[in-house]
């Protein structure tokens, strides 16, 4: 008789993280593309909802992988690499890069701003080489929503949120239910999801050019509109009638529209390279539409 074996672990894909997981496929490939900075991404979610797994499946030549930064190990992994091969570094958790210190947290976070726009890390502790020229490199990081509330005052002040593409998130609770039924069958374990290898054109190609057409470039403009509506709200400090305080989200200022539209057009060209193509497709211009409502930190999506 033949025995049917059990069913294996997901080890693909975590229960309903496939949209954050191809947007971060997508964010890989940006840092190959022609006249673009490579995009960076933190994932704000509760804890327990996969977001250090799901980083940490994916491999590939231009991605450099380590559980916790500072400066002189940023600066190390520059330093290393000659030939500008690292395009995204990934950090499973930013909440222990911002558990050190304050002046340390800070300065990491500092240099980290330079290496994401500029490419260049500067230092000035004594040491004859004060600075470390690099092709700029994108975060692709994770933190729960407690610490980025504790942490958005200064995260603000020192502008991560024009760096960092937020992906704001939690389980729906039909989600949260699947998942509990694929536990109990035994289809979801704690084991580490099986590698991921990102399939990048090879190093001799790049730069590589993405075309879009000015229909395309329209959609996207119009989107990043919306995408600036979103990212104004931040969590704050609110006094409730009883006397205690609560944290809520709030309105601010509105960030200039350029960097968010600059930011769908690059995300659009790395999802058309994902899928081998040196044009963008609607579908491209699709799958930003429906990155945007990740931006707003007042409704996190319900995956």
């Known amino acids: 008789m033949k025995v049917t074996p059990p069913p294996t672990p997901a080890d693909r894909a975590l229960v309903s993280m496939q949209r954050v997981e191809e947007i971060i496929l997508s ?10 900075v490579p995009l960076s991404l933190i994932l704000v979610g509760p804890p327990g909802t996969g977001k250090s797994k799901v980083l940490l499946q994916f491999e590939a030549h231009t991605v450099h992988n380590t559980t916790d930064l500072t400066t002189s190990g940023l600066i190390e992994i520059l330093q ?44 000035d502790d004594g040491r004859s080489q004060k600075e470390v020229k690099h092709a ?50 035994g289809e979801v374990t704690l084991q580490q999801l099986r590698k991921r290898i990102v399939d990048l054109p090879k190093p001799e190609r790049w730069p590589i050019e993405v075309k879009i057409t000015e229909k395309q470039s329209s959609r996207l403009r119009d989107y990043s509109l919306e995408m600036v509506a979103n990212l104004s709200f931040i969590p704050k400090w609110q006094r409730e009638p009883d006397s205690s305080w ?58």
């Open 80 to 123: 290393r690499d000659h030939a500008n091969a690292i395009r995204h570094i990934v950090i499973p958790d930013f909440n222990i890069v911002v558990s050190h210190k304050t002046a340390t947290s800070d300065l990491t976070i500092a240099t980290l701003l330079g290496i994401m726009s500029e490419g260049t890390a500067r230092i």
């Open 27 to 36: 964010a890989f490939y940006t840092g190959v593309l022609k006249n673009t």
């Open 136 to 185: 700029p490199l994108g975060i692709i990081t994770a933190m729960t929503r407690d610490v980025y509330q504790d942490h958005a005052k200064k995260f603000l002040k020192l502008g991560i949120g024009r760096r960092f593409n937020p992906l704001f998130f939690t389980y729906s609770f039909k989600t949260r239910d699947e998942i509990q039924t694929k536990i109990q069958a």
């Open 246 to 303: 609560v944290i809520k989200p709030v309105q601010g200022e509105r960030p200039i529209e350029f960097t968010p539209h600059m930011v769908l057009r690059t995300l659009a060209q790395g999802r058309a390279l994902s899928q081998r193509r040196t044009f963008v497709h609607d579908d491209d211009v699709d799958f930003v539409r429906d990155y945007v409502p990740f931006c707003n930190y007042a409704v996190p999506v319900h995956l």
